[in-house]
């Protein structure tokens, strides 16, 4: 194995945990029309082929910028900020500067504290914040975590609620320094995030506020001892979602059915499949599937539907259809052979009438002589 490969395992470990925690977030903030911004940060020691220090920040699931201290510059996908006299490129490298250093001397700190004198050490930090669909501020969460292992710290912050969690590498907070903290939080970092994130949403709200509508589809796939019955949307952006399968119009129980997780397709839209397992008993029973979906850039529900035994019955009717071709073909030839013997038929009076004629003509002729 190559160096790189293994750093990259070696750091993609690291790295899970944290993606997970990232996940985890951006699922319970899917849906109404809140927003949130996240900033993820990640520092490493030790011989990569990566940059020692990365940042990139999310609004929703779309990354709006990356920041990495090789290149020391703010890389937004917004054009009109991508100017570097522009004050949020300005404010942006600052800010990720600092970060960049305090994260630095917690790496030292840490590896001296741990006796760590070699190999790849990572440190992440991901904060962030959430705002209500009416742009009312909601949360702001801090978590850092070093190697993904020590859970560094914790704090989080929704209004109501004020959390903080030293991990196992600080010492706790006693009450004063915890009260200077939510004075801190509510009044600076909150309304501070929640400004940036509305300056982020104005400049891309064509992507992160776009509806794209799913498309939708019924597919049925045999497997053994029957038929995989499966509803498929994909296409759609926001990833919010209502799929549901009906059995003659009633919702199919979620634990008869198998999938239902959201997955990104890769081109910044999402698909959902829902499977259902039919017996091949069941098959020859008529019943109607359906699959339906609501999203918000539908106004009315998304449909199609498939009947089940109805192979059944297209089978009889095409073997009715073909006695029936047969009787066709088999009275065709009947009429055509009965048309034959009626030609013979009167094809031999015809002679006989000659015949009757010609010798009533003789006959005539001869009186006529
Ligand atoms: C670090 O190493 C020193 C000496 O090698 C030892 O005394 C100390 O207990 C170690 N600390 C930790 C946290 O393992
Ligand atoms: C804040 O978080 C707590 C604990 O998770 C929850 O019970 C409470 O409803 C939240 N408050 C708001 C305003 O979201
Ligand atoms: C199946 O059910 C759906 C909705 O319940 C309905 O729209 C559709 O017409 C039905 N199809 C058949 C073939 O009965
Ligand atoms: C999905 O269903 C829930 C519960 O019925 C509803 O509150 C939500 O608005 C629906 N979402 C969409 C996108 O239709």
């Given at each position: 194995m190559s160096n790189t490969s293994c750093y990259t395992i070696k750091i993609m470990d690291k790295l899970s945990v944290f993606l997970f925690v990232l996940s985890f977030y951006t699922i319970v903030n899917a849906g109404s029309g809140s927003h949130s911004l996240w900033v993820l940060a990640t520092y490493i020691t030790g011989e990569t082929p990566f940059p020692e220090f990365t940042v990139v920040v999310m609004l929703d699931d779309v990354q709006v910028a990356y920041y990495d201290s090789n290149n020391k510059q703010t890389v937004y996908?917004?054009?009109?900020?991508?100017?570097?006299?522009d004050e949020e490129a300005k404010d942006g490298a600052y800010v990720f500067g600092t970060m960049y250093h305090h994260m630095k001397e917690r790496s030292l700190h840490l590896k001296h504290h741990l006796n760590l004198t070699e190999g790849v050490q990572v440190q992440q930090r991901m904060s962030g914040c959430e705002m209500l669909d009416n742009g009312e501020p909601a949360l702001i969460m801090q978590k850092a975590n070093f190697n993904g292992i020590f859970a560094d710290f914790a704090i989080y912050y929704n209004i109501t609620h004020f959390t903080y969690d030293a991990g196992k590498l600080l010492i706790g907070w006693d009450g004063m320094m915890q009260a200077y903290k939510i004075t801190v939080y509510e009044n600076v970092y909150l309304p501070m995030c929640i400004r940036t994130l509305k300056t982020f949403l104005k400049i891309d709200k064509n992507v992160v506020m776009r509806k794209v509508p799913p498309r939708l589809r019924l597919i049925k796939k045999e497997v053994s001892g029957g038929l995989q019955v499966s509803c498929l949307a994909f296409g759609f952006y926001p990833r919010h979602i209502n799929l549901t399968m009906l059995r003659d119009g009633q919702p199919v129980a979620e634990q008869e059915l198998t999938g239902g997780e959201v997955l990104p397709s890769g081109d910044g839209t999402y698909q959902l499949r829902k499977s259902l397992e039919v017996s091949t008993e069941e098959l020859k029973k008529r019943h109607n599937y359906t699959c339906t979906a609501s999203h918000l850039s539908l106004d009315n529900k998304l449909d199609v539907s498939w009947e089940s035994g109805a192979e059944r019955v297209h089978l009889s009717t095409l073997s009715a259809l073909l006695v029936m071709v047969l009787i066709v073909i088999l009275l065709g030839i009947f009429i055509c052979i009965k048309r034959r013997w009626r030609c013979i038929a009167s094809q031999s009076k015809l002679a006989n009438f000659d015949a009757n004629v010609s010798e009533e003509m003789n006959l005539s002729s001869d009186s006529e002589n």
């Open positions: 996908r917004g054009q009109h900020i991508n100017n570097k006299e």
